[in-house]
């Protein structure tokens, strides 16, 4: 039987209250509420289990495009948890009203720069390093 529910918490109030359900929600939504993970099996044939460390394997070795648009599909890697995406932000390129524009610059400096050791707390892993300058070098583009 299938059922419906809008974004992490709906799905995350089904699966608590239907008993043997599966579903997907981000991570930090599933380590919150304590919620059971998935260990599955990853391209290498090797069984994993979701955790901040298979994620950050997961995302080691993609190789991010000039347009930073990342998909995840299967990563490799043996410690490599195999369903992992990046949380994009796509900003305007312009803002005509600037005292906003300069708020969101440097909202998403920090959270590129001393942001990232607060990731974990939040439900998220850091970026790998390339990663975090490529976002800070477009997001310097915007200005």
């Known amino acids: 039987m299938a059922m419906r529910a809008s974004g992490n918490e709906g799905v995350a109030g089904r699966i608590q ?3 043997g359900s599966i579903g997907y929600v981000e991570y930090g939504f599933a380590q919150e509420l304590g919620l059971k993970t998935a260990v599955l099996e ?3 044939g090797k069984f994993i289990k979701a955790s901040g460390l298979s994620i950050v394997a997961a995302l080691a070795g ?3 495009p000039d347009n930073l648009r990342a ?3 299967d990563p490799s890697g043996p410690y490599s948890y195999p369903i ?4 994009w932000v796509l900003p ?3 803002n005509p009203n600037t ?5 969101i610059h440097d909202l998403f400096t920090w959270c590129l720069q001393d942001g990232q050791r607060y990731a974990p707390v939040v439900g998220y892993v850091p970026l790998p390093a390339l990663v975090a300058v490529r976002g800070l070098a ?3 583009s915007l200005r």
Do not use: D, G
């Open 42 to 44: 990853n391209k290498e």
């Open 17 to 19: 209250q239907s008993i």
């Open 99 to 103: 005292a906003k524009a300069k708020l």
């Open 92 to 94: 305007r390129k312009t």
């Open 84 to 87: 992992v995406t990046y949380s």
């Open 62 to 64: 993609v190789q991010m």
């Open 71 to 73: 998909f995840v599909p």
């Open 138 to 140: 477009a997001l310097e």
